[in-house]
C-alpha cells in the first residue's frame, strides 16, 4: 500500500508539465510509515523542495507532516 502510494506521488511530480526535472534527495519507506523528498527545477527556472512523512492509519494513509517551499534567485 505505501509503495503504491510513493510510486503514485513520484509518477504525478514527473508527469507535471510545470515541471523540468526531479531529484530523489531522500527516501524511505517501512511496512507502517514512508518519507520522499524531492528537489524539482520547474519550468520556469525556480525550485520547489518537498517532503513528507506519511503513516498508515486504518485503511488509509495519513500526511503527518509535509513541508513544500519554493525559491527562485536565492530568495524564498
Same mark, same amino acid.
Given at each position: ?11 504525478? /511530480? ?10 530523489? /534527495? ?13 528537489? /524539482? ?6 525550485? /520547489? ?28
Amino acid at each position: 500500500m505505501l509503495e503504491s502510494y510513493l510510486a503514485g506521488v513520484k509518477a504525478s /511530480l514527473t508527469a507535471s508539465s510545470n515541471v523540468k526535472d526531479i531529484e530523489v /534527495l531522500e527516501e524511505f519507506i517501512t511496512s507502517v510509515s514512508g518519507y520522499p523528498e524531492c528537489r /524539482l527545477l520547474m519550468i520556469d527556472n525556480s525550485t /520547489l523542495y518537498i517532503s513528507e512523512y506519511f503513516t498508515i492509519f486504518g485503511d488509509e494513509i495519513k500526511r503527518d507532516k509535509y513541508s513544500y517551499h519554493r525559491q527562485r534567485n536565492n530568495e524564498l
